[in-house]
């Protein structure tokens, strides 16, 4: 009798057990909310995209400046690019970006920082599996 209450209390517990979800990745890329004005395109949501990012908002402006060869400025949570850009290409050089400088080597998850290295460069250093990779910059 002890195991006819075992079975159905096992069952119970299996069936308040949510289903796997098919690959979801806890990591989306922030979406980038630009407009262009005149001869510049302002990223309106720049802090947010670094916040989610972990990164410094100037670091993040920095690559992007170099990326594609413009003169830019932060202007509070905005940051403005002397130049006419597509979404698609902000798009792709913040992805270029987040490969780079966030997602882990090793294991791919975005719990990384920047930190300085011992001999004097900059290393990516993983919270979740702890391996380590020399980063540009």
């Known amino acids: 009798m002890a195991g006819l209450d075992y079975d159905k209390l096992l069952e119970r517990g299996y069936s308040q057990i949510p289903e796997k979800t098919t690959a979801v990745e806890r990591f989306e890329m922030p979406v980038i909310d630009s407009i262009i004005e005149g001869n510049k395109t302002i990223i309106r949501n720049f802090e947010f995209i670094a916040g989610r990012l972990r990164r410094d908002p100037k670091a993040l402006a920095k690559f992007f400046t170099k990326e594609l060869a413009v003169p830019a400025s932060l202007d509070g949570p905005r940051f403005v690019l002397s130049a006419r850009f597509t979404d698609r290409v902000l798009a792709e050089r913040l992805k270029l970006f987040v490969d780079l400088y966030v997602l882990c080597k090793e294991c791919k998850k975005p719990d990384t920082k920047i930190q300085e290295s011992p001999a004097g460069g900059k290393m990516l ?8 990779a020399p980063v540009k910059g």
């Open 125 to 132: 250093v993983c919270e979740a599996c702890g391996a380590r």
